[in-house]
């Protein structure tokens, strides 16, 4: 059987991409990195939209028709769920929660009863799923795929050379260690109203329920995404440049929380460098090895539009425009500062470690297309 790995680099044959949930943006830079070249794409949306790939209907919760595109494909990548850009009441918070964990238990269940399984499943995560650090300045430390696990007051110690050592709380997700999500109910209500460590726990519960597929023919990778920036309509680059152009891109909140961020391009460049890499499977870090602070993020974004100034805006005025724009305000002001620990590793080279030549290069894009 040829490898994914000879495929890619010898061209000897298109591979078979299939990409639930990918008709989001992060799903459209993919389709189209790996469209162009020369594999088949296959789109599973629960609305097909016109596009130069394959789509296909899908609803992420009951088997189907859909189920035919997986068998006999090389590559899953399952970037399912409802979109976090929202306000974060109950009935958002359990649609955010359940609609990543169905459709991960979905896929975990049809790709474990094919024929010919997908050799490699990528499923989306993201970088906010670590307990935040800081040394005794204030300051976060930076955190890679050994670093402790968040989500409410409680985390999960990693350790791959001592995986029997986790502390696991009993109430906890173990991750990677096979027990099962808290389920999001009328029971559970309360803990989830508090709302901190949301973020974290979906992404420590998304991830258990992936590691718990019984997959032994498909390796499995968990893409713990920073924020994909891109010069797309409506993506988080174009609300921040728009911020920019008014003059109102200044920092936010106190400017010392750290933006986790990767370029486009180099996340689409580290999706295709895990499949090639079959020997990579686990957690890992999809973002820049160069996390920097909000104030100092927004200061180069400014730079690339050459604008020199630009009005801060302090929490309070960050919640209440998130109120009015119907979004949440830890989207901005919530800190991370993960780093791509496993790539650097492995020899990924980034074609743009830092937030400044990444900006400019946006920028450009973004004049190209006015």
Not at 156 to 169: D, L, M
Not at 316 to 336: D, H, N, W, Y
Request: charged share 25%; proline share 5%; hydrophobic share 40%.
């Amino acid at each position: 059987m040829v490898t994914i790995a000879a495929a890619i680099t010898s061209n000897l044959r298109p591979l078979r991409i299939v990409l639930p949930g990918g008709s989001g943006h992060v799903g459209q830079v993919l389709a189209r990195h790996f469209t162009e070249r020369g594999h088949q794409v296959t789109v599973l949306t629960r609305g097909p939209y016109t596009a130069q790939w394959q789509t296909v209907h899908w609803d992420g919760e009951n088997i189907g028709s859909w189920t035919e595109y997986l068998e006999g494909a090389d590559v899953c990548i399952n970037l399912a769920g409802r979109s976090v850009n929202c306000r974060y009441d109950t009935a958002n918070r359990q649609a955010i929660y359940e609609s990543r964990i169905s459709s991960t238990r979905l896929l975990g269940k049809v790709i474990s009863g094919l024929s010919e399984p997908p050799r490699v499943w990528l499923n989306a995560s993201a970088a906010t799923i670590y307990r935040r650090a800081m040394d005794d300045d204030g300051v976060d430390l930076a955190v890679d795929e050994k670093c402790a696990l968040g989500g409410d007051e409680l985390a999960v110690e990693i350790s791959e050379e001592q995986p029997s050592g986790t502390k696991a709380p009993a109430d906890s997700i173990a991750l990677m260690y096979g027990l099962k999500p808290v389920p999001f109910t009328e029971n559970t209500t309360e803990r989830w109203a508090e709302r901190r460590g949301f973020s974290a726990r979906v992404a420590r519960d998304w991830e258990a329920v992936f590691v718990a597929a019984e997959t032994p023919r498909t390796r499995k990778v968990a893409l713990r995404s920073a924020v994909v920036l891109s010069p797309a309509a409506g993506s988080a680059f174009a609300v921040l440049s728009n911020l920019v152009r008014l003059g109102l891109g200044g920092r936010q909140g106190n400017g010392r929380q750290f933006v986790c961020w990767i370029h486009e391009a180099d996340y689409a460049r580290a999706v295709e460098f895990l499949i090639e890499h079959e020997e990579l499977d686990g957690p890992v870090n999809l973002a820049a090895p160069n996390p920097l602070t909000n104030r100092e993020f927004m200061a180069a974004l400014r730079w690339a539009w050459d604008v020199p100034n630009g009005l801060p805006a302090p929490s309070l005025a960050i919640k209440l425009g998130a109120l009015i724009l119907r979004t949440e305000p830890e989207l901005v002001l919530q800190s991370c500062r993960a780093v791509p620990g496993r790539l650097l590793e492995a020899g990924f080279k980034f074609e743009f470690p830092d937030w400044a030549e990444a900006a400019e290069d946006l920028v450009r894009q973004w004049r190209n297309k006015e």
